[in-house]
């Protein structure tokens, strides 16, 4: 019964994305090739008839590594999830590098609806990692339509500011991560860690105004950077 309940669910976000969303017909195989490695996976993997155990699964979670999609939902809470089924087609593009797929599917969620906030953010850290980090018009453009409809959320601001940094413009970042902070609540998704990342930044300017060695510039998926030598 397991198999057929996922067998099932993967026609169904075919058919929602091929003919609900509109998704282009020359991204047809690029989906069913996502949805059929998500079965593979699962028939490789998964052990349904195996009795639950929570805490292996939180240590073997642990054990992973941060890629793009963990980075942004450190900053989602749990209420301002898109609903989208579509979300989980474009991660899963994302974390294999195909971003422009990601981005053109995820723009079929945002036409449809408009106030989705974390497809918003979701297509706009795509099309910027599509391009290698740059900031394009298409990717600013998701970016303000993510703080349009999420205005005290901490992420379009954040992520903006990494783009910055990956391109060297360190002080055009460190101010978009002061502002948004400054703008944002105190209670903030993310806050923290947006914060510990912002003293990083000021750190290594202070060093290389100081004529010191460099400070590593702050990791973007979360974990602590480690100084250059």
Known sequence: MTWIAVIG??????????????????????????LGFGL????????????????????????QEFDVVEARREFVSQGDRSASEMLVVSDAMA????????????????????QDFEAWLAQAIA???????????????????????????LAPGYFLGVSLV?????MEARQVWRETLEGAPEDAEGRAGMEDRLARLDAMLGAMQAGQPPIAAPSPEGAPAEDGE
């Open 40 to 63: 593979a996976g699962y028939a490789l993997q998964a052990s349904p008839e195996l009795p639950s155990a929570p805490k292996a699964a939180v240590e073997a979670a642990s054990e």
């Open 127 to 153: 099309l910027t990692e599509h391009a290698d980090g740059a900031l394009s018009q298409a990717s600013l453009y998701a970016f303000q339509r993510a703080s349009a409809v999420k205005p005290d959320n």
């Open 95 to 114: 974390r294999r590098g195909r971003y422009a797929e990601a981005a053109q599917m995820l723009e079929g969620v945002t036409r449809q609806d408009p």
């Open 166 to 170: 990956r391109q060297g413009r360190l």
């Open 9 to 34: 669910l993967a026609i169904v976000t075919f058919a929602i994305a091929a003919f609900g969303f509109r998704l282009a017909k020359g991204l047809w195989t690029s989906l069913a090739a996502a």
